[in-house]
Nanobody
Framework: VQLQACGGGLVQAGDSLRLSCRTS????????MGWFRQAPGEEREFVAV????????DYSDSVRGRFTISRDRAANTVYLQMNSLKPEDTAVYYC??????????????????WGQGTLVTVSS
């Protein structure tokens, strides 16, 4: 499985941005597709996750209500729609995939496959 993330850029606070993560290879319905981010000098943290089947979705408290994760199985792509962006959302955003139980969805060490990251910069 290979993942390729794109869509990052420089925006102003309050703007929106949509990240995409295109997958190649076999993605089974039980796979979890996650978005994580890493700000300068910080550890990588969980942002959002969706089961490839679409049956389960979750967000970190810091983005819930502003970000929306979705997937298009026909396009083999996972999206992260980010609205009302804040300067503290500035980070490199990574997509990840793995066959994981739902209870492990926020643990970055559990994800087997990672994309290369895309930089999101939000200016105040």
């Amino acid at each position: 499985v290979q993942l390729q993330a794109c869509g990052g850029g420089l925006v102003q606070a309050g703007d929106s941005l949509r990240l995409s993560c295109r997958t190649s290879g076999d993605i089974a319905s039980n796979y979890l597709m996650g978005w994580f981010r890493q700000a300068p000098g910080e550890e990588r943290e969980f942002v959002a996750v969706i089961r490839w089947s679409g049956t389960h979705i979750d967000y970190s408290d810091s983005v819930r209500g502003r970000f929306t994760i979705s997937r298009d199985r026909a396009a083999n792509t996972v999206y992260l729609q980010m609205n009302s962006l804040k300067p503290e959302d500035t980070a490199v955003y990574y997509c990840a995939a793995s066959p994981l139980i739902w209870g492990a969805r926020t643990r970055l060490t559990g994800y087997r496959y990672w994309g290369q990251g895309t930089l999101v910069t939000v200016s105040s």
